[in-house]
């Protein structure tokens, strides 16, 4: 069974495996869409699946998306 995040365990994975800042105040479920401001000062938003497995821990502008095949 996967581990059940909180809000304040996902901030402090953000702090401390990123440069982005986490803006986002509740956590109602992994599919949730999470607002972050990248260390460029953009705002963008990504679920905490994405950031932490796939490493998707900047903006678009920062972290380009890799283009599909």
Sequence with gaps: ???RWTINEIKT?????S???LL???YTGFS????FR???GNLFEKNFTKFK???QRKC?????????R
């Design 19 to 21: 440069e982005s800042t």
């Design 53 to 55: 497995n796939k490493h």
């Design 1 to 3: 069974m996967n581990k």
């Design 60 to 68: 678009d502008v920062c972290q380009p998306p890799k283009a599909s």
């Design 24 to 26: 986002t105040t509740e």
């Design 38 to 40: 990248c260390a460029c």
């Design 32 to 35: 949730q869409k999470l607002q």
């Design 13 to 17: 994975f953000v702090e401390n495996n």
